[in-house]
């Protein structure tokens, strides 16, 4: 009884030992849930922007409302002429395009009667900062949108 025992578990590792040597691999039919964050998504770069009030952006024309420096971070509010379900998210960027980390995730607020965006960011405090926005917008439609309105 016990030799029987063995012989069936070496015949099972055998098995499996030559199905993962054949590389065979189940076939998944995983589907993301409804409400998964899409795939897909577009960009719009603002152009180059310095955290001056008034200052204009030379690709999209945002600008510079309010800036206001405080310990560790600073806060820029800008207001954006794109249309606002053109907006999901915010990435803030140097001019060379790396990345600059946020201390808490951009503000989108739309303005569906101008058709413009409104954006705060908070990034770390330095002087003279210049950036530039990658304004984010996912294509999917099978999500609900989380947007400030």
């Known amino acids: 009884m016990k ?12 098995l499996l ?17 409804q409400g998964a964050a899409p795939m ?16 204009r952006g030379d690709e999209l024309g945002a600008e510079i409302i309010r800036h206001e420096e405080y310990d560790e971070y600073q806060s820029i509010e800008l207001s954006v002429p794109i249309e606002p379900d053109q907006v999901d998210r915010v990435e803030v960027m140097t001019p060379s395009g790396e990345m600059i980390p946020q201390s808490r995730e951009a503000q989108i607020v739309h303005d569906y009667e101008t058709n413009n965006v409104g954006i705060k960011i908070h990034v770390p405090k330095t ?23």
């Open 17 to 33: 030992w030559q199905a993962s040597a054949s590389g065979v691999e189940p076939e998944s039919s995983y589907t993301p849930p």
């Open 127 to 149: 002087e003279n900062l210049e950036f530039r926005l990658k304004l984010i917008d996912h294509i999917s439609d099978e999500r609900p949108h989380i947007r400030q309105q």
């Open 40 to 55: 897909e998504e577009k960009s719009v770069d603002t152009g180059q922007l310095r955290a001056t009030p008034g200052t």
């Open 3 to 14: 030799r029987d025992r063995n012989i069936i578990l070496i015949v099972l590792a055998c």
